[in-house]
């Protein structure tokens, strides 16, 4: 997707969704150039957020789907 490509986002969901990152500091910087670094970090740490809880979801509902499955 654009979003993942633009912010430098490891297109490989699963070995993104063991190790994410902590989260950066909510902090307001002085220095515009910090700001922006700060932003980018915050965007990139709440996809990869919403992409494990997406994955987890998804797991989930393949697997209720394949127990409950008509025989």
């Known amino acids: ?6 912010l430098r986002v490891s297109k490989d969901a ?10 950066p500091p909510k902090v307001w910087e002085s220095d515009s150039d ?8 915050r965007k990139e ?3 990869m957020e919403a ?5 987890e979801k998804q ?8 127990t409950t499955a008509p025989s």
């Open 59 to 66: 797991k989930q509902k393949s697997g209720s789907e394949s």
């Open 14 to 23: 699963d070995a993104d969704a063991e190790q994410l990152p902590q989260a």
């Open 45 to 47: 740490f709440m996809l």
């Open 51 to 55: 992409r494990k809880k997406y994955m």
């Open 34 to 41: 910090k700001r922006s670094d700060v932003l980018r970090k």
């Open 1 to 6: 997707s654009p979003l993942v490509s633009r």
